[in-house]
């Protein structure tokens, strides 16, 4: 295995919060879809930059000076793990529903009325509402959803490539579904895009703790994640090309800057949120260094920075496919979910196929209401997880406005799931 006993141990050792919750109760953490729990060093980094550097940049005293290179080895930090060209491309914002509404404000200002959007059936609303929102302004004639192919919960890619015409202007795509984990096919849909010259959008909100993303790789003008989905603080981070951040007007007071990533930004920077996402990197490459003997000759092509976030990531993606195996098939004397009947899973569920999906699981139980399952994982086995509606277009799909998710990230381990399947099986056995 990747990460052997003693390395996670130091991993969770990492997280104040990984085994126990402020309460001192043990508990093990399953609701990462939600919100990751926050990496020690980067509430460190953001403490610090609060007490150190609150000051505004621009000033000739040390605290400010020390404010903007906090912002600026952020964005390096950034633009590193997302393999951007460079740090000016990396845009930060409140959220990634904020970043969003501001990008789809400015290339609706470019927009006849003619033009349509594609997405699918399976995005977080964050990926739909500003786009339909340039329909209800008569900027675009429509916003276009690719079906899914219900069982497997995956997109019909056939059918996106119907929707896509000469009129496309947006092909808006989340890397990964937060209701049934399935990844996208970005590359081959931002070739699609490219045919017709739309502009390729990525939601890795949700994918971003599980994997590569690499901006460069997949071509995309646009990706936008969110601090708090990667073991940092809120407030998010959109890359866009160069070309695009150049061309395009958002909306913006007349002082701010003219040239990106500044025009993009709305009011003051927040230093500390830079530096939490600098804490996370830099906890990414003591990972990356104690995994890289396994990947000698690998990632070559990379710089030294690069390269670490790189494999880092790749290690993490391996584990992970390790743990949603074990949240399948179980252990020797434990039933995972897909030997359990009374359990119905959401999403891919072909073992060979794990690595066309994250480690997030959406389920119910026959005869047995969300919200006692999770309250009984919580009162007897110390699972937080939720049953609810994640702002995910897929729940509306599937007609599940309310559904139990769990959702692992690096810090979680096989002893965990092996307590959560325990307490699924006894819950449902003891009913
Ligand atoms: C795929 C996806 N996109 C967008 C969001 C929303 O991000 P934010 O809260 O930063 O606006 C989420 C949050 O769950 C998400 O999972």
Redesign the pocket.
């Known amino acids: 295995m990747i990460f052997n006993k003693e390395l996670i141990e130091q991993i969770r050792a990492a997280f104040p919060r990984a085994t126990t919750d402020f309460n001192g109760r043990k508990r093990a953490f399953f609701d990462n879809?939600?919100a990751t729990l926050v990496l020690g060093r980067a509430a460190k980094a953001e403490t610090d930059a609060r007490i150190n550097c609150s000051a505004n940049v621009g000033g000739i005293f040390d605290e400010s000076k020390q404010a903007s290179a906090v912002i600026q080895a952020g964005r390096v930090a950034v633009a590193d793990f997302l393999n951007a060209p460079s740090p000016t491309t990396i845009v930060s914002g409140e959220?990634?529903?904020?970043l969003l509404f501001n990008l789809s404000y400015a290339i609706g200002k470019e927009l006849t009325g003619r033009e349509n959007v594609v997405t699918t059936d399976y995005?977080?609303y964050?990926?739909v509402d500003p786009w339909e929102e340039l329909g209800k302004r008569g900027k675009i004639q429509e916003v276009r959803y690719t079906k899914l192919n219900m069982e497997e919960g995956t997109l019909d890619i056939n059918h996106l490539q119907e929707l896509i015409d000469s009129n496309t202007k947006i092909v808006a795509i989340?890397a990964a579904s937060?209701m049934l984990g399935t990844k996208s096919p970005l590359e081959e849909i931002g070739k699609m895009a490219k045919e017709v010259g739309a502009h390729f959008v990525v939601?890795a909100?949700?994918h971003i703790p599980h994997g590569p993303t690499d901006v460069q790789a997949l071509d995309c003008d646009f990706l936008i994640f969110?601090g708090?989905?990667l073991f940092s603080s809120h407030g998010?981070f959109l890359y866009g090309k160069e070309e695009h951040l150049n061309a395009l007007k958002p909306f913006k007071v007349k002082p701010a800057p003219k040239n990106p990533p500044g025009k993009f930004e709305w009011g003051t920077r927040n230093q500390a949120m830079f530096a939490a996402i600098s804490g996370v990197i830099d906890h990414f490459c003591w990972l990356s260094n104690e995994v890289q003997s396994n990947y000698e000759g690998k990632y070559v092509e990379y710089s030294d920075h690069k390269r670490e976030l790189k494999i880092v990531m790749d290690a993490i993606e391996q584990y992970e496919t390790g743990l949603s195996k074990a949240v399948l098939t179980g252990f020797d004397d434990i039933p995972g979910l897909l030997d359990i009947p009374e359990v119905t899973i959401y999403g891919i569920t072909d073992l060979e196929r794990l690595n066309e999906r994250d480690p997030t699981f959406s389920f119910e139980v026959a005869n047995i209401p969300e919200e006692e399952v999770v309250t009984r994982l919580w009162k007897e086995g110390g699972i937080a997880t939720r049953a609810g509606h994640?702002?995910s277009y897929a729940q509306d799909v599937y007609k599940k406005p309310k559904i139990i998710r769990i959702s692992l990230v690096h810090y979680n381990t096989f002893e965990e799931i092996s307590t959560f399947l325990k307490t699924l099986n006894k819950i449902i056995k003891n009913r």
């Not at 959220?95 to 904020?98: E, I, K, N």
């Open positions: 879809g939600t959220s990634a529903t904020a995005e977080h964050t990926n989340t937060n939601d909100v949700h969110s708090y989905k998010s994640y702002y």
